[in-house]
């Protein structure tokens, strides 16, 4: 597919990790950049291949400023990220598509909402979660179910909990899969929460973002436990 694609500049480097990165770019005004939580952008990447282009959702809500940002792990063997990580300064320029994607909320929040992800995964919801507040959307309990290894992983683990504490109703739950000791948080796999926190079969919309593995994994396991496909809805990143 064509993507027509904007100039835009990077106007500022956040080292997250040490192997995740986030880059705040802001588009050209004369630009129209309107687009619902949980879109993506295509980038197209001067990294010499055929195919050039490389997709990343967008980690912020929307907003009037026609700025966003990208939160991008970087795979050792991918020549995208490590274009993006050993080139990229404040300042550059990229080329940016118009967003894409329907990875996007339902118009009516009527059931509890599970956000499960790992990794960079949680970019998408991070967007809705903000989007949700700031605009005084309409809904029930929103569970955010962050799977990943160690405690330096958890991405915007600082603003979530404070997300928590002013709102009762969204539960940020990081788990940790391995042996951290100063974790007193969940440890295991994402599956064990989930399960248990739906034990009841309540009605919920599940939106899965992260591994392959895991989204694999939990779509067998919400069906098993009855929810239909339809429940489920899923974006995966490699």
Known sequence: MAYQYYDCRVTKITDETEHVKRFHI?????????????????????IG????????????????????????????????????????????????????????????????????????GIAPFRAQVHDIFNKGIPH????????????KDILYRKEFEKLAGEHPEFNFIPVLSRDNPEWTGRKGYV?????????DKRPAYFY??????????????LEAMGYEKKDIRFELYD
């Open 140 to 151: 029930k309990n929103l569970y955010m179910i962050f799977g990943n290894r160690w405690t």
């Open 49 to 120: 291949t055929k195919v050039t282009n490389r997709s990343y959702s967008i980690a912020s809500p929307p907003g009037p400023e026609g700025s966003f940002e990208l939160v991008i792990s970087r795979n050792p063997t991918g020549k995208g990220t490590t274009y993006l990580f050993n080139e990229v300064k404040e300042g550059t320029i990229l080329k940016v598509s118009k967003t894409l994607g329907k990875f996007t909320l339902p118009e009516l929040l009527d059931r509890d909402t599970c956000f499960l992800c790992t990794g960079t």
């Open 26 to 46: 802001e588009k050209p005004r004369e630009i129209p950049f309107d687009f619902k939580a949980g879109q993506f952008v295509m980038l197209d990447l001067p």
């Open 208 to 221: 899965l973002c992260g591994w392959a593995e895991m989204l694999k994994e939990a779509r067998q396991r």
């Open 191 to 199: 599956h064990a929460v989930y399960e248990e926190i739906f034990a």
